[in-house]
C-alpha cells in the first residue's frame, strides 16, 4: 500500500526542535517524523513551548539526544522490571557459608517443625540454590537462619566460619547480623504490592527473632505483617487452596493457622488485636501419612486457641463488654477438655500444649477475677480462688517428663508462660493459709518446681527468676528463701546482651541426644541440675489442694478489682514456701508419658 504524503507539522516533535531542523510527518502523524526516523530517534512531544524569538546554537545534537532517551529507557525498564529474580540487591559475601544454612536448615526441621510445618525439605533445598538470582528466596534463607540462630540459640562449630569474612563468634551474635541483612535487603524491593508465600514465612521468622530478642514493637509489626499479606494473598478464603500442587497447598493452610495460633497467643501477652479468623478448613491427617503424628499435635494446638476469638480478645483488651461468668466457666471447661490424657505427638509438641493450655487456664481466671466473678464457694473450681494452684499442679505434673532441650528450642515463649502462672500462684499464695500437712504436697512445693524450672532453662535464669524471686518477696515478705535459691549478686556490667537474653555455653554439638545433653550449654539431664529439678519427679495425682481460703479473696472479688500483690492481704500460716520438698516420697503409679512420635 503506497505511504501517504508528508506534510509538515504544525508543532515541531522534540527532537527536530532541539535540532532546528522542520519536521516533517510520515503517514497519518502517528509515526516518527522523516528527520527522527532516519537519525533512529524516537517522537516525543514532552519540551514546554516557549516564544518566539532569537534562538541559540544549530549545532546537532543527534548524539545527545540519543544518549539521554536511551537513559530514560533503561531507567523505565528498570522500574518496570524489577522482579525477585533480577536480584541486583543481594548478596552480603562472606556473611555465611552453605555449611552453615544446612545447619540451620537441619536444625529446623529435627527440633522445631513439628510446632511449625510450615516448611518442606526438598523446596527448601531448591530454595537455597535459588539465593544468588532470586532476592526472595535470598531472604527466606536469611531469615530462617537467623531465627535458628536465636530462638533455639544452636551452637556452630568454629570451623563454620572458615573462608567467611566475619569472624568467629557465637550463633546469638551472627543471627542478629543475619536478621539485619534480611530487613536491609527487604529494603531494596517492593514485596508488598506482589507477595508470595515466601514473603509470608520471611516475615514470620523476623517476628519470631524479634520476639526473642524482646524487640516486641518490631516483633508486633513483623508479625501483624504477615498476617496483613495472607490477606492480600486471599489465604483466609478457602479457594486459594484449590490448586494442582498439593505440598504447597498443604503448607500454606499450615502457615494460615500457625499464624492464627501465634497472633492469639501475642495478643494476650501484650493485649493486641485479631486479624485471622477460622475461616478455612483445618488440616488432616490424611494428607501427609508420613506426618500423622506431626499433624495431630499441630491440629490439637489450633484447637487449643480456637475459643479465643474477638470476643474474648476484646473482653481481654477491654474493648468489649457483657463477659458473664457462665461463659468463663464454659471457656474453662472447653481447655480442660481440649486435650487428651495420651497426646500422640512429638515431645516438642507435647511441651507447647501442655504448658499453653495451663497458661491459658490462667489468663480465663485472671479475667474472671478482674470482673469479680470468683467465690470461695464456687461449686466449679475454675471459679474459685484457689484455682491457680490446681493449674500449677497440672503444670508441674506435665513439665516433670519433659527433657530440658525439649522445652529449651521453644524459647523464651514458653518461659513467659511458665512465669506467669509463677506469679499468678504467688499472688493465691499470699491470700491463702497454707495449713496443710509438713508431708502433704502443696502450693509451696508447686511454686518450688516453678521457680526451679524457670531458673535451670535457658534464658530464664538471668531474666525471669530475679523478676519473680523479687515478686515473691513483694507478696509474702515474712518468707525466707531457701538457701538453694541465694543467687550470688552479679553486676550489669558481667554479662552481655547476650547472656541477658539466653545463657549457657555455645562450646557444645548441636547433634547432642536431647536427653543427654542439649547444645545450650545447659546441665546434661543425667547430671544433677543446680536447684535439684530432676530430682523432683511430679506423678499424676497428688494429694488434694487446701481447701481453706482467706477471707481477703472476698472482699477483693466483690471489688471486682485485678487481682495482684499489691492487693494480697497478710496470711494467717504462710508457712514456708521454699521447702526442699523431695518428690520422691509420693509414691507414684500411673505416671502417663506423651509419645514422642
Given at each position: 500500500?503506497?505511504?501517504?504524503?508528508?506534510?509538515?507539522?504544525?508543532?515541531?516533535?522534540?527532537?527536530?526542535?532541539?535540532?532546528?531542523?522542520?519536521?516533517?510527518?510520515?503517514?497519518?502523524?502517528?509515526?516518527?517524523?522523516?528527520?527522527?526516523?532516519?537519525?533512529?530517534?524516537?517522537?516525543?512531544?514532552?519540551?514546554?513551548?516557549?516564544?518566539k524569538?532569537?534562538?541559540?546554537?544549530?549545532?546537532k545534537?543527534?548524539?545527545?539526544?540519543?544518549?539521554?532517551?536511551?537513559?530514560?529507557?533503561?531507567?523505565?525498564?528498570?522500574?518496570?522490571?524489577?522482579?525477585?529474580?533480577s536480584?541486583?540487591?543481594?548478596?552480603?559475601?562472606?556473611?555465611?557459608?552453605?555449611?552453615?544454612?544446612?545447619?540451620?536448615?537441619?536444625?529446623?526441621?529435627?527440633?522445631?517443625?513439628?510446632?511449625?510445618?510450615?516448611?518442606?525439605?526438598?523446596?527448601?533445598?531448591?530454595?537455597?540454590?535459588?539465593?544468588?538470582?532470586?532476592?526472595?528466596?535470598?531472604?527466606?534463607?536469611?531469615?530462617?537462619?537467623?531465627?535458628?540462630?536465636?530462638?533455639?540459640?544452636?551452637?556452630?562449630?568454629?570451623?563454620?566460619?572458615?573462608?567467611?569474612?566475619?569472624?568467629?563468634?557465637?550463633?546469638?551474635?551472627?543471627?542478629?547480623?543475619?536478621?539485619?541483612?534480611?530487613?536491609?535487603?527487604?529494603?531494596?524491593?517492593?514485596?508488598?504490592?506482589?507477595?508470595?508465600?515466601?514473603?509470608?514465612?520471611?516475615?514470620f521468622?523476623?517476628?519470631?527473632?524479634?520476639?526473642?530478642?524482646?524487640?516486641?514493637?518490631?516483633?508486633?509489626?513483623?508479625?501483624?505483617?504477615?498476617?496483613?499479606?495472607?490477606?492480600?494473598?486471599?489465604?483466609?478464603?478457602?479457594?486459594?487452596?484449590?490448586?494442582?500442587?498439593?505440598?504447597?497447598?498443604?503448607?500454606?493452610?499450615?502457615?494460615?493457622?500457625?499464624?492464627?495460633?501465634?497472633?492469639?497467643?501475642?495478643?494476650?501477652?501484650?493485649?493486641?488485636?485479631?486479624?485471622?479468623?477460622?475461616?478455612?478448613?483445618?488440616?488432616?491427617?490424611?494428607?501427609?501419612?508420613?506426618?500423622?503424628?506431626?499433624?495431630?499435635?499441630?491440629?490439637?494446638?489450633?484447637?487449643?486457641?480456637?475459643?479465643?476469638?474477638?470476643?474474648?480478645?476484646?473482653?481481654?483488651?477491654?474493648?468489649?463488654?457483657?463477659?458473664?461468668?457462665?461463659?468463663?466457666?464454659?471457656?474453662?471447661?472447653?481447655?480442660?477438655?481440649?486435650?487428651?490424657?495420651?497426646?500422640?505427638?512429638?515431645?516438642?509438641?507435647?511441651?507447647d500444649?501442655?504448658?499453653?493450655?495451663?497458661?491459658?487456664?490462667?489468663?480465663?481466671?485472671?479475667l474472671?477475677?478482674?470482673?469479680?466473678?470468683?467465690?470461695?464457694?464456687?461449686?466449679?473450681n475454675a471459679?474459685?480462688?484457689?484455682?491457680?494452684?490446681?493449674?500449677?499442679?497440672?503444670?508441674?505434673?506435665?513439665?516433670?517428663?519433659?527433657?530440658?532441650?525439649?522445652?529449651?528450642?521453644?524459647?523464651?515463649?514458653?518461659?513467659?508462660?511458665?512465669?506467669?502462672?509463677?506469679?499468678?500462684?504467688?499472688?493465691?499464695?499470699?491470700?491463702?493459709?497454707?495449713?496443710?500437712?509438713?508431708?502433704?504436697?502443696?502450693?509451696?512445693?508447686?511454686?518450688?518446681?516453678l521457680t526451679?524450672?524457670?531458673?535451670?532453662?535457658?534464658?530464664?535464669?538471668?531474666?525471669?527468676?530475679?523478676?519473680?524471686l523479687?515478686?515473691?518477696?513483694?507478696?509474702m515478705?515474712?518468707?525466707?528463701?531457701?538457701?538453694?535459691?541465694?543467687?550470688?549478686?552479679?553486676?550489669?556490667?558481667?554479662?552481655?546482651?547476650?547472656?541477658?537474653?539466653?545463657?549457657g555455653?555455645?562450646?557444645?554439638?548441636?547433634?547432642?541426644?536431647?536427653?543427654?545433653?542439649?547444645?545450650?550449654?545447659?546441665?546434661?539431664?543425667?547430671?544433677?541440675?543446680?536447684?535439684?529439678?530432676?530430682?523432683m519427679?511430679?506423678?499424676?495425682?497428688?494429694?488434694?489442694?487446701?481447701s481453706?481460703?482467706?477471707?481477703?479473696f472476698?472482699?477483693?472479688?466483690?471489688?471486682?478489682?485485678?487481682?495482684?500483690?499489691?492487693?494480697?492481704?497478710?496470711?494467717?500460716?504462710?508457712?514456708?514456701?521454699?521447702?526442699?520438698?523431695?518428690?520422691g516420697?509420693?509414691?507414684?503409679?500411673?505416671?502417663k508419658?506423651?509419645?514422642?512420635?
Amino acid at each position: 500500500m503506497p505511504e501517504s504524503p508528508t506534510a509538515p507539522n504544525k508543532r515541531a516533535c522534540d527532537a527536530c526542535h532541539r535540532r532546528k531542523v522542520k519536521c516533517i510527518c510520515i503517514g497519518d502523524g502517528t509515526r516518527p517524523c522523516k528527520n527522527c526516523t532516519s537519525a533512529g530517534l524516537a517522537r516525543t512531544y514532552n519540551t514546554v513551548p516557549q516564544k518566539k524569538g532569537p534562538k541559540g546554537s544549530r549545532a546537532k545534537v543527534i548524539s545527545e539526544l540519543r544518549e539521554k532517551q536511551r537513559q530514560s529507557q533503561l531507567v523505565v525498564a528498570h522500574l518496570h522490571n524489577l522482579q525477585p529474580q533480577s536480584a541486583p540487591y543481594l548478596p552480603r559475601k562472606g556473611l555465611i557459608s552453605i555449611d552453615m544454612i544446612t545447619i540451620c536448615a537441619e536444625y529446623f526441621f529435627l527440633h522445631l517443625y513439628s510446632t511449625q510445618p510450615i516448611l518442606q525439605r526438598t523446596k527448601v533445598g531448591e530454595t537455597i540454590g535459588r539465593m544468588e538470582t532470586d532476592v526472595e528466596a535470598y531472604c527466606l534463607v536469611m531469615s530462617l537462619c537467623a531465627y535458628m540462630m536465636i530462638q533455639p540459640n544452636l551452637a556452630l562449630p568454629a570451623s563454620a566460619f572458615d573462608g567467611l569474612e566475619v569472624q568467629p563468634q557465637s550463633s546469638f551474635q551472627l543471627g542478629q547480623l543475619l536478621l539485619q541483612e534480611t530487613v536491609r535487603v527487604r529494603k531494596c524491593y517492593d514485596y508488598v504490592e506482589n507477595p508470595t508465600i515466601w514473603t509470608v514465612i520471611t516475615s514470620f521468622f523476623i517476628f519470631g527473632s524479634n520476639f526473642c530478642l524482646d524487640r516486641h514493637n518490631t516483633a508486633w509489626f513483623h508479625l501483624r505483617e504477615a498476617t496483613t499479606l495472607v490477606q492480600v494473598l486471599g489465604m483466609h478464603e478457602e479457594s486459594a487452596y484449590h490448586v494442582a500442587d498439593l505440598i504447597e497447598s498443604s503448607r500454606r493452610r499450615r502457615l494460615y493457622w500457625l499464624l492464627f495460633v501465634t497472633e492469639r497467643a501475642y495478643a494476650l501477652q501484650k493485649r493486641r488485636p485479631l486479624t485471622l479468623y477460622a475461616t478455612i478448613n483445618l488440616p488432616t491427617l490424611e494428607e501427609d501419612p508420613s506426618e500423622t503424628v506431626e499433624l495431630n499435635g499441630f491440629i490439637h494446638l489450633v484447637n487449643l486457641f480456637r475459643p479465643f476469638d474477638d470476643t474474648f480478645v476484646g473482653i481481654w483488651n477491654k474493648a468489649k463488654t457483657g463477659c458473664t461468668t457462665q461463659y468463663l466457666a464454659q471457656l474453662q471447661q472447653q481447655l480442660s477438655d481440649a486435650l487428651p490424657v495420651y497426646l500422640n505427638s512429638t515431645e516438642s509438641q507435647a511441651v507447647d500444649l501442655r504448658c499453653s493450655q495451663q497458661w491459658l487456664r490462667t489468663m480465663v481466671w485472671q479475667l474472671s477475677i478482674s470482673h469479680g466473678f470468683l467465690s470461695s464457694a464456687a461449686a466449679d473450681n475454675a471459679m474459685s480462688f484457689k484455682f491457680p494452684i490446681e493449674v500449677a499442679r497440672d503444670l508441674v505434673t506435665s513439665t516433670g517428663h519433659f527433657s530440658q532441650q525439649a522445652m529449651e528450642v521453644h524459647g523464651i515463649g514458653l518461659i513467659e508462660k511458665l512465669f506467669d502462672v509463677a506469679c499468678t500462684l504467688t499472688d493465691v499464695m499470699s491470700c491463702v493459709p497454707l495449713d496443710h500437712a509438713p508431708f502433704e504436697f502443696g502450693p509451696q512445693d508447686y511454686l518450688h518446681q516453678l521457680t526451679t524450672l524457670i531458673s535451670t532453662l535457658r534464658g530464664g535464669q538471668q531474666r525471669y527468676t530475679p523478676l519473680l524471686l523479687a515478686k515473691i518477696n513483694l507478696s509474702m515478705p515474712s518468707t525466707p528463701l531457701t538457701p538453694s535459691y541465694s543467687f550470688p549478686a552479679m553486676s550489669s556490667a558481667s554479662f552481655t546482651a547476650e547472656d541477658l537474653l539466653y545463657d549457657g555455653s555455645q562450646e557444645q554439638s548441636s547433634e547432642a541426644e536431647s536427653r543427654d545433653s542439649t547444645p545450650f550449654g545447659s546441665p546434661p539431664l543425667s547430671a544433677p541440675a543446680s536447684f535439684g529439678y530432676r530430682d523432683m519427679e511430679i506423678v499424676r495425682s497428688p494429694p488434694p489442694l487446701p481447701s481453706s481460703v482467706s477471707a481477703g479473696f472476698v472482699g477483693l472479688a466483690e471489688s471486682g478489682l485485678p487481682f495482684t500483690a499489691d492487693l494480697a492481704v497478710e496470711t494467717t500460716a504462710p508457712g514456708q514456701y521454699f521447702q526442699d520438698a523431695a518428690m520422691g516420697r509420693f509414691p507414684g503409679a500411673g505416671l502417663k508419658y506423651e509419645s514422642d512420635g
